[in-house]
């Protein structure tokens, strides 16, 4: 099977490697090498990048030089192919099939353990105190909020948690405190997991001004970015935390899921 690899990150950047080594015949376009596009018309399978977009406009490419435009990319792709990528940002036009790799749990699974152990890495490189002791909240207690949790409070953090939900409040009583968002002035580090707005005008003028506001859900976020960088001097946005905290650990688990799916779909 030949394979068209476009745009990403170091995790793409393996996933040829790892599918190269397993037999299969890859393509690669805006990951550092091929500066001429190819011709999609060409490929039946087609990996894009996680996330897929950082603007809502562009593929996610860094390590290409020029911007991939979302709509020309969709309106080239044949309706034959299939294309496995992230999530693909409502109001574009795809013809062909999108498998969503963000909304596979089997990856999603795979990728907690180096979610989180990135999340504490960014941590570390960002504050000058000891995460023992410190006050955290966690906003989101979905899976990678409990990860997140669960090492924070191993390392001897003070860890509260914010969550809607009514199921998770007997879990999140038993283990660390349960908050609202209305006050975020005790807390000197939160960690955002909620891949919607909940940091805006309503909360974010309590936070401290020295603390630490760690965006690590999927685009658009959890922060309203324009108000924060008014009213909040430390916010850090970060996407794609498995593609930087273990790259190849991911490309092995994204070549398993892809190449069962073409084997099946063959």
């Known amino acids: 099977m030949n394979i068209l690899i476009i745009g ?25 090498g091929k500066a001429v596009s190819p011709d999609y018309r060409q490929f039946r399978w087609i990996v894009g990048p996680i996330p897929f977009t950082d603007d809502g406009r562009h593929l996610h490419a860094p390590l290409h030089r020029e911007k991939i435009a979302i709509a020309d990319f969709l309106e080239s792709l044949p309706e034959t192919a299939t294309l ?64 997140v949790a669960r090492l924070l409070a191993a390392l001897g953090a003070n860890v509260s948690i914010y969550s809607t939900a009514p199921l998770e ?36 003028s309590t936070l401290q001004k020295e603390a630490l506001l760690l965006d690590v859900a999927s685009f658009p976020g959890g922060v309203d970015a324009k108000l924060a960088a008014k009213t909040c001097s430390r916010l850090v946005r970060a996407y794609g935390i498995p593609g930087k905290k273990a790259p190849r650990t991911v490309a092995e688990s994204m070549r398993d899921i892809i190449v069962e799916y073409i084997e099946t779909e063959r």
Request: hydrophobic residues 40%; glycine residues 8%; aromatic residues 8%.
């Open 169 to 204: 409040q007997n879990e999140i009583s038993a283990c660390y405190t349960s908050v609202s968002l209305g006050d975020l002035s005790p807390f000197q580090i939160v960690v955002n997991t909620i891949p919607a707005v909940v940091f805006d005008a309503r909360n974010l």
């Open 84 to 147: 496995f990528a992230g999530t693909i940002p409502a109001g574009f036009a795809i013809h062909c099939r999108h498998v969503d790799l963000t909304h596979n749990t089997d990856l999603y699974n795979r990728n907690l353990v180096p979610t989180a152990e990135g999340v504490i890495q960014i941590l570390l490189n960002q504050i000058d105190f000891t995460l023992a002791g410190s006050s955290i909240l966690v906003a989101g207690y979905g899976k990678v909020g409990k990860t």
């Open 8 to 32: 990403g990150d170091q995790r793409n950047v393996h996933l040829q490697t790892v599918l190269t080594q397993a037999g299969h015949t890859v393509t690669d376009f805006a990951l550092g």
